[in-house]
């Protein structure tokens, strides 16, 4: 394993784990002393997505995380969270058991996973995603963003209620 930072090819394993889709291990060059982390994950079945033109690609995890950390830049959130959501999405499409799955099945599991981790990457992801006409779609969009946190807000409240004896 070649060290990302110098290119030298003498680095050993510091630390080993089991991760949901494979194995993550933390490594250090012996020249620079720098660590890092690489993945290990079993090659799947192929898995092809139906673009909106009818066209069929391979599926790729990086082209989701690259979205998601377009929609997130200048945010306050952190990689790893983007890399675990990622791999989430890609598990959760290889759990649907199917070969072939349309973009927007896909475009729709990253708004999800945006609209829990950060509101402005996700109105971000949304613009483009969902090709907003005009202001008037983007503010319809955040309203019901803002309408859906009311609702969840209401309800953990409701759920935190101590139980009243009469």
């Known amino acids: 394993m070649k060290c990302p930072f110098c290119g030298a090819a003498d680095t050993r ?6 991760v949901t889709d494979g194995i993550r291990r933390r490594r250090e060059c012996a020249k620079c002393k720098q660590r890092f982390t690489t993945y290990e994950r079993v090659a799947s079945i ?28 200048k945010r306050p959130v952190p990689a790893n969270v983007l890399e ?6 890609e598990a959760d499409l290889y759990a649907l058991g199917e070969a072939e799955v349309e973009s927007q099945v896909i475009g729709e599991m990253v708004m999800e ?5 950060d509101d402005v990457a996700y109105v971000r992801f949304a613009s483009v995603y ?15 963003l803002k309408e859906a946190r009311r609702r969840e ?4 409240n409701q759920l935190q209620l101590p139980l009243q004896t009469m």
């Open 46 to 73: 192929n898995l092809l997505v139906v673009k909106r033109d009818r066209r069929r690609e391979k599926f790729e995890r990086d082209k989701i995380l690259s979205s998601m950390q377009i929609a997130c830049s």
């Open 84 to 89: 675990e959501a990622a791999r989430e999405i």
């Open 153 to 156: 807000e209401e309800l953990r």
């Open 13 to 18: 394993v510091v630390d080993t784990r089991d």
């Open 130 to 144: 969902r090709q907003f006409a005009d202001v008037d779609r983007m503010i319809e969009e955040i309203e019901a």
């Open 113 to 117: 996973r945006l609209r829990q981790i």
